[in-house]
T-cell receptor
Framework: TQLLEQSPQFLSIQEGENLTVYCNSSSVFSSLQWYRQEPGEGPVLLVTVVTGGEVKKLKRLTFQFGDARKDSSLHITAAQPGDTGLYLCAGYYNNNDMRFGAGTRLTVKP | KAGVTQTPRYLIKTRGQQVTLSCSPISGHRSVSWYQQTPGQGLQFLFEYFSETQRNKGNFPGRFSGRQFSNSRSEMNVSTLELGDSALYLC???????????????FGPGTRLTVL
C-alpha cells in the first residue's frame, strides 16, 4: 500500500476549468512537495510546504498543507493545456525517508 | 546553475547483461538519490548516497547497487538484467537537510532502460 494516496488517479478537463487534486496519508510529514512530470522527463519541483495549515500560491496554482501535516491539496484555477502532466506529491518524514504518491495524471483539452 | 544531468538518456540491453548509469548532481549538492519509475509501480526509491556513503536503501534486490564519488557524482549498476527492470531511472540531488526535515530534491531527466 502507498504511504501517500493521491486522488483522483486520472483527470481530464477542458481548458478554463478549475480542479483540485489531493494527497493524503496517515503519517505526519516534516515537509511535503509537489512535482509535475511531463512524458520522458524527470519531475520538476513546484513547491515545498512545511508548516501545518500553510498555503502557497504559484500563479494559478494554490497549494495547501493540512493542519496536522498529514495531507495536502493542489488547486489549479483556469487550467490550460500547458498544465497537462503527472502531478506527484512527496512527503519527507522521520528526517530520513521520502515517499512519493502514485500521482494524478491531468489532461487539459484545448 | 546547471541542473542534474544523467547519462545515457536511452539504453537498450538484453536479459542477463549488466548496466551502469551515471548522474551528476547540482553543484554543491551532496546527496544523490536514485529512483525507478514504471507505469505500474510509480516512483520507487532505490537508494541514497551522501558523502560517498549509502545512507538509505529501498526494497530492491542486491542486483541493484550504486556508489558515489568524492565530487558527489553517482553511478548505479544493475547486474543480470531482467525484463522487469525496464523502466525510467531517475536521479535526484539535494542539499543535506536532515537536521531541518526539509528535503527538496531536484531531478534529472532520467535514463530510459529497455531490457529485451
Amino acid at each position: 500500500t502507498q504511504l501517500l494516496e493521491q486522488s483522483p488517479q486520472f483527470l481530464s478537463i477542458q481548458e478554463g476549468e478549475n480542479l483540485t487534486v489531493y494527497c493524503n496519508s496517515s503519517s505526519v510529514f516534516s515537509s511535503l512537495q509537489w512535482y509535475r512530470q511531463e512524458p520522458g522527463e524527470g519531475p520538476v519541483l513546484l513547491v515545498t510546504v512545511v508548516t501545518g495549515g500553510e498555503v502557497k500560491k504559484l500563479k494559478r496554482l494554490t497549494f495547501q498543507f493540512g493542519d496536522a501535516r498529514k495531507d495536502s491539496s493542489l488547486h489549479i484555477t483556469a487550467a490550460q493545456p500547458g498544465d497537462t502532466g503527472l502531478y506527484l506529491c512527496a512527503g519527507y518524514y522521520n528526517n530520513n525517508d521520502m515517499r512519493f504518491g502514485a500521482g494524478t495524471r491531468l489532461t487539459v483539452k484545448p | 546553475k546547471a541542473g542534474v544531468t544523467q547519462t545515457p538518456r536511452y539504453l537498450i540491453k538484453t536479459r542477463g547483461q549488466q548496466v551502469t548509469l551515471s548522474c551528476s548532481p547540482i553543484s554543491g549538492h551532496r546527496s544523490v538519490s536514485w529512483y525507478q519509475q514504471t507505469p505500474g509501480q510509480g516512483l520507487q526509491f532505490l537508494f541514497e548516497y551522501f558523502s560517498e556513503t549509502q545512507r538509505n536503501k529501498g526494497n530492491f534486490p542486491g542486483r541493484f547497487s550504486g556508489r558515489q564519488f568524492s565530487n558527489s557524482r553517482s553511478e548505479m549498476n544493475v547486474s543480470t538484467l531482467e525484463l522487469g527492470d525496464s523502466a525510467l531511472y531517475l536521479c535526484a540531488s539535494s542539499l543535506d537537510s536532515r537536521a531541518s526535515g526539509y528535503n527538496e530534491q531536484f531531478f534529472g531527466p532520467g535514463t530510459r532502460l529497455t531490457v529485451l
